[in-house]
């Protein structure tokens, strides 16, 4: 299929080559993550753990391990290793004694925000080459993604991205939700 006709002009080795520079970009940002992540000792099944937990809010161990798609054995000990860190906080639902619910503990946001400010000032450094009218110009294609990214997510048809979406952080992290 081209896009010539749907996208005034721009045909499908624009749209190949956008994919390519998206995707390098990505991978070098998470090389560089994943090399400071690595600093603190965690892998990046618990860094995983982490983030879900921090984008998701507390969740049930069984949640987990479905979200993660492993085992209830192997979803406990990631847990366990968080929590002997004290990166993430275990307790039981006050409505059901039999769930075990975990959350991100303060410890464990205070790690996440300082990985994040370290992105934060990688990304800073990296636009701070661009003259104002490439960083005007980067800011509005930028929106633009993050609103077609929460179109599409919209209308996927996978009820798994449904709840994916559904989660209220993700839904304000794409614009589709306003933070109460």
């Excluded at 946001?109 to 003259?131: A, H, M, S, T, W």
């Excluded at 839904?171 to 306003?178: C, E, K």
Aim: proline fraction near 2%.
């Amino acid at each position: 299929m081209t896009l010539t006709t749907e996208r005034g002009g721009v045909d499908d080795a624009v749209v190949a080559d956008i994919i390519a520079l998206v995707g390098e970009a990505l991978s070098e940002i998470k090389c560089i993550g994943s090399e400071r992540m690595a600093r603190t000792g965690l892998s990046m099944s618990h860094w995983h753990v982490l983030m879900l937990l921090a984008r998701h809010g507390e969740m049930s161990m069984s949640r987990l391990a479905e979200a993660q798609q492993i085992s209830l054995s192997n979803a406990t000990g990631l847990v366990d290793r968080l929590v002997e860190r004290g990166l993430v906080e275990r307790f039981g639902d006050p409505d059901d004694r039999r769930v075990v619910l975990i959350r991100v503990s303060d410890a464990g946001r205070q790690l996440l925000e300082k990985v994040d400010l370290l992105r934060e000032d990688f990304i800073r450094r990296v636009v701070g080459r661009l003259d104002a009218t490439r960083l005007r110009r980067l800011h509005a294609s930028l929106g633009d993604v993050r609103d077609a990214i929460g179109v599409v997510m919209s209308e996927d048809p996978d009820p798994e991205l449904r709840e994916h979406l559904d989660s209220y952080a993700h839904a304000v992290s794409l614009g589709l939700r306003t933070a109460s």
